[in-house]
């Protein structure tokens, strides 16, 4: 057998892009030939995979699972909207929700057993990477659940069920008829889907984000030249407006236009006849915070016509 040595395997990465220890493995397994190891790696489906970790992934589908209590969140990118439409992707999406139900984190997840038998999720998708041709990721998972009341979930503008561009899950906690609460949450989960809260209350709203808005408030407010007293109430006030605007409890309702959402859940609970209690959602909305590549096809054309 040939020795595999470190410029071997160095050669074989700057061809290949897999990583040192899959390209250690294939040399190992390929009599230290550079070619047939390059096969060996494109067959499992890790050359492939790796030449295509670098581009950009904003596109794929944010997928929904329920049981019980129970409701699980995730995000798969790739790098077009059309694989968002291919029957095997879609297939992946739905199972890696579904697993999420017992797997709430990354690490867990991707370690998670694929259905199909004798592999990972990570490996399922480096696979996956591998046959449809494009970079893919499991770019976040998220779980909410409650002991007693309902989780209902929203998915806007589903390309199939459980599958689509924006997923809300909502967690309300109620001794209350189950049918009820599930028709608030649906009606909450859609709210939600539209208008993109940042948290639930202002008790758990990120101190930093009010800090950083009162700032600029301010600063804005000290150009008109007012005095520090009107300053201060005008800050106040816009702050309030911020609350509104962010805060689920203080948004306007979008189902009826005119209460608050916090009025909305007082008055099922009062139908009810027992407290209700938004304990926790989750809003996945996709590509969100991903910076897209904006192509300059122009310039590409004027590039190679040497214009």
């Not at 096969?39 to 030449?51: I, N, P, V």
């Not at 059309?82 to 992946?92: D, I």
Request: some cysteine.
């Amino acid at each position: 057998m040939a020795e595999v040595t470190a410029s071997l395997v160095k050669e074989l990465r700057e061809k290949s892009g897999a990583g040192m220890m899959d390209c250690k493995k294939a040399l190992s397994e390929n009599d230290g030939s550079i070619e047939e190891a390059i096969d060996w790696l494109r067959t499992k489906g890790l050359a492939a995979a790796a030449k295509k970790s670098g581009r950009i992934a904003s596109e794929g589908l944010v997928g929904i699972a329920m049981e019980g209590n129970t409701g699980a969140v995730v995000e798969v990118n790739s790098e077009t909207d059309f694989v968002a439409r291919n029957v095997e992707f879609q297939g992946f999406v739905s199972t890696v929700a579904n697993l999420a139900l017992n797997n709430g984190d990354m690490d867990s997840l991707n370690a998670a057993a694929y259905p199909d038998g004798g592999t990972t999720v990570e490996a399922k998708l480096t696979g996956l990477i591998s046959t449809i041709g494009e970079n893919m990721n499991i770019r976040r998972v998220s779980t909410v659940s409650v002991e007693t009341g309902a989780v209902t979930s929203y998915v806007h503008n589903a390309l199939v069920t459980g599958l689509g561009k924006i997923g809300v899950l909502v967690a309300l906690e109620s001794a209350g008829d189950v049918a009820k609460l599930n028709e608030l949450g649906k009606q909450l989960a859609m709210h939600i889907a539209a208008t993109n809260p940042q948290s639930i209350s202002r008790d758990d709203l990120d101190p930093e984000a009010v800090n950083r808005e009162r700032q600029i408030l301010s600063d804005q407010a000290r150009e008109s030249g007012k005095p520090e007293e009107i300053i201060e109430k005008m800050v106040e006030g816009r702050i309030r407006k911020f609350y509104e605007e962010v805060c689920l409890l203080d948004q306007v309702y979008v189902i009826d236009g005119e209460s608050r959402v916090s009025q909305a859940i007082e008055a099922v609970a009062k139908d009810l006849g027992t407290p209700v209690t938004l304990k926790a959602f989750v809003r996945f909305a996709l590509g969100e915070g991903i910076e897209k590549k904006e192509e300059d096809f122009a310039a590409e054309v004027a590039a190679v016509s040497g214009v």
